[in-house]
């Protein structure tokens, strides 16, 4: 039986959805695999293959996420994540419970993000804190820093760190660590957790893995797409030189670069804002 919120869709319909979201998918991961083949190295699809261990399939993988039936699609049912009513119409299985409480933590980090204004005043320090007296030990070696070891740490010490992010903070430098104002740790990612800082943006495309099937697969490609951006972003305004790359410095050690960075800080937070909403909405449904 079909619930009034449930929507019915033709084969039509879900089939031509289902390749163009394979085709999307294949594209966005297609410049990775060549990469990937060649052992050459990138750092904005680094982080977001190893950060965001996800699989290629399942990024291609296309659902159409909770209260939607699907006609004459037996063939899902090979997944075992479908399964066939005794309409005939497949719908993606509910989530078990212990699979709800990490849904539920997606939903509740999502609701807390969305209701707090957007800080744009950290400056993408995070990268330069991850180096901050300790040059040597740099992540990205294969790349110089651009003002050299002692121009990066002068930048981390007169400029004020304020970062809330977790999974930035904790690759601090010992000595960075108590620069910082706070100690965002894994416990209070509901309590610091903000849309202008551009790791949350990012995040919007793991907790959007982490809730499929549940929710529709198109929102995995969109939330990919924009952690691409804000990656390079991200990148951009690191101590770093990636200009070879293409990726043209933001040099928030000037006056002019922070205020760039402010203002795409400001472009992506517009950006996550509809996608972290449809993915509210999404788990909302799910949960409810």
């Known amino acids: 039986m ?3 919120s ?42 977001l293959y190893t950060y965001y261990p996800f699989r290629f399939s399942a990024l291609r993988r296309w ?17 075992t994540h479908y399964v066939m009513g005794k309409d005939n119409l497949v719908r993606v299985i509910p989530p078990l419970e212990s699979q709800r409480q990490r849904l539920l933590f997606a939903l509740n980090l999502c609701r807390a993000v969305a209701q707090r204004p957007a800080f744009l005043g950290c400056f993408g320090l995070h990268e ?24 990066t740490d002068a930048v981390v010490r007169s400029l004020p760190l304020r970062c809330t992010h977790y999974d930035a903070f904790r690759f601090f430098t010992v000595a960075a660590k108590p620069l910082n104002r706070g100690k965002p ?57 990636f200009s070879t790359l293409g990726l043209k410095p933001i040099c928030i050690e000037t006056v002019e670069g922070r205020s760039e960075y402010e203002q795409a800080q400001r472009n992506l937070a517009q950006k996550a804002e509809p996608l972290r909403a449809r993915l509210i909405v999404a788990l909302d449904f799910v949960l409810n």
């Not at 031509?16 to 695999?33: G, I, M």
């Not at 909770?66 to 004459?72: E, F, Q, R, T």
């Not at 699609?73 to 090979?78: F, G, S």
């Open 2 to 4: 079909t619930s009034q």
């Open 6 to 47: 449930e929507e019915i869709r033709s084969a039509e319909i879900w089939r031509r959805q289902k390749t163009e979201h394979e085709e999307r998918a294949d594209a966005l991961v297609a410049l990775r695999k060549k990469r990937a083949a060649l052992g050459e190295s990138d750092p904005v699809e680094d982080f």
């Open 63 to 79: 659902t159409p996420g909770v209260g939607v039936a699907l006609m004459d699609a037996e063939e899902l049912c090979r997944d």
């Open 128 to 151: 330069w804190a991850m180096v901050y007296a300790e040059a040597s030990q740099r992540r990205h070696a294969r790349w110089p820093l651009r003002l050299g070891a002692e121009g």
């Open 185 to 241: 740790d894994l416990a209070g990612r509901l309590t610091n957790e903000q849309p202008g800082c551009v790791h949350v943006t990012m995040d919007l495309y793991k907790w959007t893995m982490k809730s499929l099937p549940w929710v529709p697969s198109d929102l995995a490609t969109d939330t990919l797409a924009l952690a691409y951006e804000a990656r390079a972003i991200d990148m951009r305004a690191s101590p770093y030189d």
